[in-house]
């Protein structure tokens, strides 16, 4: 089974900043099975990033996913308010998925 | 408009069953693969299991494989978790999740239900 390792666990920041996640995995991954989510208190997630580096209808483009192999990396330019926020990478191979354990977003 | 709305949770002893539903409406169900994801209290993500659009193929997560079982009803825009032998650490919010795609395990999942929640204890 491939494991989603993200980084950091916590992450502390003001709106405005830039903020960095990453999710590595334990083995190599086509990057069209690499996805982010983000997941508000009380809600479902909601999809970001798809194929890595798509983003997702209705995403604004504040948000962009890179990488490839075992490294990826969601990056959103300008913090807003709704952002902070626990986000996920998912991978999808052999008609499974495995989820990262995730990354919490807290406003500083 | 794409809606996904769970239901059939609820509290359930140890060992026994619960059915969870899914209706679709507002896209072309048939379209599809569809998935079952939950979440543990104070918890991540969790994949359970998918389906593919024309029920040709499944998926399961290793915590709940013989134990539980995906189906679906395209006539009824409908899809279906039978999940037997229900332990504690089952208990969690289920949310149903479409696929991008038709198949299992190659595409995100573009869209989610509210989830419905399932508590196994004594």
């Known amino acids: 089974e491939i494991v989603l390792t993200q980084s950091p666990g916590t992450l502390s920041l003001s709106p405005g900043e830039r903020a960095t996640l990453s999710c590595r995995a334990s083995q190599s991954l086509t990057s069209s099975h690499l996805a982010w989510y983000r997941k508000r208190p009380g809600q479902a997630p909601t999809l970001l990033i798809y194929s890595a580096s798509n983003r997702a209808t209705g995403i604004p483009d504040r948000f962009s996913g890179s990488g490839s192999g075992t490294d990826f990396t969601l990056t959103i330019s300008r913090l807003e308010p709704e952002d902070f926020a626990v986000y996920y990478c998912q991978q999808c191979s052999r008609s499974s998925y495995t989820f990262g354990q995730g990354t919490k977003l807290e406003i500083k | 408009e794409v809606q996904l709305v769970e239901s059939g949770g609820g509290l359930v002893q140890p060992g026994r069953s619960l059915r969870l539903s899914c209706a679709a409406s507002g896209f072309i169900f048939d379209n599809n693969g569809m998935n079952w994801v939950r979440q543990a209290p104070g918890k991540g993500l969790e994949w359970v299991s998918g389906?593919?659009?024309?029920?040709?193929?499944?998926g399961y997560a290793d915590s709940v494989k013989g134990r539980f079982t995906i189906s679906r009803d395209n006539a009824k825009k409908s899809m279906y978790l039978q999940m037997n032998s229900l332990r504690p650490e089952d208990t969690a919010l289920y949310y149903c999740?479409?696929?991008?795609?038709?198949?299992?395990?190659?595409?995100?999942?573009?869209?989610w239900g509210q989830g419905t929640m399932v508590s196994v204890s004594s």
């Open positions: 999740a479409r696929s991008r795609g038709g198949y299992v395990g190659y595409d995100a999942f573009d869209f």
């Open positions: 389906i593919s659009w024309n029920s040709g193929s499944t």
